[in-house]
Structures are given as structure tokens and as C-alpha cells.
């Protein structure tokens, strides 16, 4: 089992940034993709970052060159930096894990993935 833990978000006014942090615990050399997913309300749920365990990366198009992954190995943190926020970034913020040896061309797909976290709510405000 891999726990998931989300932290970093809040109220931004628009321009701003933010970092989230999804600390894993548990049996984390299962995890093989890990990604940032996003719920608005009355919305789906949709993919916004995710990477593998070669460090490749893939963005959905409306964060790129606004958002980074990354992940630190050693204390199996996973982040996401976000600069220059828009209204439209508002939404809960969820972190999410693949034990199985998923492309990132699938990366987005809700169902590859088998842990989650409880999510964390970001507000951006105009």
C-alpha cells in the first residue's frame, strides 16, 4: 500500500504562485508514475502533470510554462510549482500514483492510477 498526502494550497490573487507537496509513504517503490490531478466543481476530473520514474514529464497545454513537477527521491515528495495563476487554475488539487508500468502518453488517465490523495484546495482569485 502507498500513502498519499497532500499540502501547499490556499488563496492566490491571479499572477501568483503556489507550491504543492504530496508526501508518499508506505511501500513507495511501487510507485512507478506519479501525477497532479485537478477537480473543479461540476467539472471532470483532468490530468495536469505527471512523471515517470525516468524524471520524463508531460503537461497538460493550458499549464505549460506555468507549472513544474518534480519530485525529490529521497524523501518521496512530489511537488508541484505553480506560477502565474488564473481563476481558471482554481480547483481542488489532487496527487496520484501508478504502480504499474504506465507511458506517460496515457499519464492523464484517471484509471492508471491506484493511490490518491485526500486532494488540496487551491482559490485563485481575480
Known amino acids: 500500500q502507498v500513502q498519499l498526502e497532500e499540502s501547499g494550497g490556499g488563496s492566490v490573487q491571479a499572477g501568483g504562485s503556489l507550491r504543492l507537496s504530496c508526501v508518499a509513504s508506505?511501500?513507495?517503490?511501487?510507485?512507478?508514475?506519479v501525477a497532479w490531478f485537478r477537480q473543479a466543481p461540476g467539472k471532470e476530473r483532468e490530468g495536469v502533470a505527471a512523471?515517470?520514474?525516468?524524471?520524463?514529464?508531460r503537461y497538460t497545454e493550458s499549464v505549460k510554462g506555468r507549472f513544474t513537477i518534480s519530485k525529490d527521491k529521497g524523501t518521496d515528495t512530489l511537488y508541484l510549482q505553480m506560477n502565474s495563476l488564473k481563476p481558471e487554475d482554481t480547483a481542488m488539487y489532487y496527487c496520484?500514483?501508478?504502480?504499474?508500468?504506465?507511458?506517460?502518453?496515457?499519464?492523464?488517465?484517471?484509471?492508471?492510477?491506484?493511490?490518491w490523495g485526500q486532494g488540496t484546495q487551491v482559490t485563485v482569485s481575480s
Open positions: 512523471i515517470d520514474s525516468d524524471d520524463g514529464t
Open positions: 508506505g511501500h513507495t517503490y511501487r510507485m512507478y508514475l
Open positions: 496520484a500514483a501508478s504502480s504499474s508500468r504506465t507511458s506517460l502518453l496515457y499519464g492523464f488517465q484517471t484509471f492508471r492510477y491506484n493511490y
